[in-house]
């Protein structure tokens, strides 16, 4: 197959449908704008099923997604977008980056989630953006704009839902947002949901499950992530 496109964690294939993309999920892990690389075996099968799992869940509760069909182990059909160049970043907990920017101690709970646009430019590093940016730019309308944080509110509510009943607090996530091809009018969310894009903490323990003990040289990544591919797929078999 032809390829398309590829990225950090995954490649996009051309099918023989022109509306749909055979997407591969790859073991390569990177951190701060791909300065820190490596990888590790059986993380694109996890991540992949992860993706699955939550899209599939999404889309049960009404949430419209690039998700079309299971392939095997590290394979998706999903619908072909045109990707909206602006990563949604939804914050539940004070972590990372918003601590730094805020002085805020790490760990305490936000009164209500904060939401961040960033624009996805490699050279730039991925800077923070307004709405207001994101309209003079024109990377999307004002109309696409209330689309993507109405999704991006409702995705917030339902996994939040879904992993505190498996003991995980979800701190903040990415999500990316695409124009459904070919008419690019309808709005869908896209990409993928992972440790790699979500900050996961045991609701218990405190325990790091998420990209940050790669980020920080914390040790069993792959441990962590399969901890949660089981309580997640635990929960969706149940």
């Given at each position: 197959m032809q390829l398309l496109y590829e990225g950090k964690a995954k490649r996009l294939y051309l099918t023989d449908r022109p509306d749909e993309l055979l997407m591969e999920f790859k073991d390569d892990a990177t951190a701060f704008n791909g300065l820190k690389k490596t990888q590790f075996k059986d993380k694109g099968r996890i991540n992949k099923r992860l993706t699955y799992y939550f899209l599939n869940l999404l889309e049960q509760d009404g949430i419209p997604t690039h998700l079309v069909r299971d392939v095997d182990d590290t394979h998706l059909i999903v619908r072909r977008v045109e990707i909206?160049?602006?990563?949604?970043?939804?914050?539940?907990?004070?972590?990372?980056?918003?601590?730094?920017?805020?002085?805020?101690?790490?760990g305490r709970l936000l009164s209500s989630p904060i939401f961040e646009y960033y624009y996805k430019s490699d050279e730039l590093g991925d800077p923070m953006i307004t709405q207001e940016h994101i309209r003079e730019m024109r990377l999307a309308t004002v109309r696409e704009l209330n689309t993507v944080?109405?999704?991006?509110?409702?995705?917030?509510?339902?996994?939040?839902?879904?992993?505190?009943?498996?003991?995980?607090?979800?701190?903040?996530?990415?999500?990316?947002?695409?124009?459904?091809?070919?008419?690019?009018?309808?709005?869908?969310?896209?990409?993928?949901?992972?440790?790699?894009?979500?900050?996961l903490w045991d609701t218990e323990t405190g325990k790091i499950l998420d990209k940050d003990r790669f980020r920080r040289d914390m040790g069993d990544v792959m441990g962590s992530y399969s901890e949660v591919l089981g309580r997640v797929a635990g929960a969706v078999h149940a």
């Amino acid at each position: 197959m032809q390829l398309l496109y590829e990225g950090k964690a995954k490649r996009l294939y051309l099918t023989d449908r022109p509306d749909e993309l055979l997407m591969e999920f790859k073991d390569d892990a990177t951190a701060f704008n791909g300065l820190k690389k490596t990888q590790f075996k059986d993380k694109g099968r996890i991540n992949k099923r992860l993706t699955y799992y939550f899209l599939n869940l999404l889309e049960q509760d009404g949430i419209p997604t690039h998700l079309v069909r299971d392939v095997d182990d590290t394979h998706l059909i999903v619908r072909r977008v045109e990707i909206i160049p602006v990563e949604v970043v939804v914050r539940n907990t004070v972590a990372g980056s918003l601590a730094k920017r805020t002085g805020w101690e790490e760990g305490r709970l936000l009164s209500s989630p904060i939401f961040e646009y960033y624009y996805k430019s490699d050279e730039l590093g991925d800077p923070m953006i307004t709405q207001e940016h994101i309209r003079e730019m024109r990377l999307a309308t004002v109309r696409e704009l209330n689309t993507v944080r109405f999704l991006a509110s409702q995705v917030n509510d339902l996994l939040t839902g879904f992993f505190k009943k498996i003991g995980i607090r979800l701190v903040d996530f990415k999500l990316e947002f695409g124009r459904l091809c070919p008419q690019k009018k309808d709005i869908i969310l896209a990409d993928e949901i992972t440790p790699d894009t979500c900050r996961l903490w045991d609701t218990e323990t405190g325990k790091i499950l998420d990209k940050d003990r790669f980020r920080r040289d914390m040790g069993d990544v792959m441990g962590s992530y399969s901890e949660v591919l089981g309580r997640v797929a635990g929960a969706v078999h149940a």
